[in-house]
């Protein structure tokens, strides 16, 4: 395949990334005006609780961590494809990177809906449509991963 479709590939990956984290962040500024004053803490994989915590801007905690690792990815994204000899193997390095951040994206998207949900009691608890449209979404991810690795060892041939 010629480079050209290559960097279109990490350009759509890269505008993916950026419409995940404007999600994360419309997710964060519309919710935090609208969950309660106390919410509740607990951790569940221990079953730590913790009760009642006041609001507080720890609550964009997510979306700030995801913007930093946009901006990391970029970075490095850019690095990984100049310091490449072959410009189809930089374009998949940079892929992977992009790759990496999506699934970041979208596990911190999970865990910040799971702070609201938490915030509310279980009131307006993960629904099954949310579940379901989660896993596609991962599954789709891993596909393509594996499509590209087997794409970029016929690079290296």
Known sequence: MPVNFWKKTGTFLAA????LLVAAWIMALWSYPRVPATMAARLSVFGWEFGPRTKSPLFF?????QTLFNLMAAAA???AASRSRNASLGALRREHIYLGTIFLNVALIH??????SLAYLGEGSLNTIYIVTLAVILFLIYLYYRVRIKSGASLKN
């Open 16 to 19: 993916l990334n950026i419409l």
């Open 77 to 79: 994204g850019r690095v």
């Open 61 to 65: 905690l997510c979306p700030v961590i």
């Open 111 to 116: 865990l910040q809906r799971n702070i609201i």
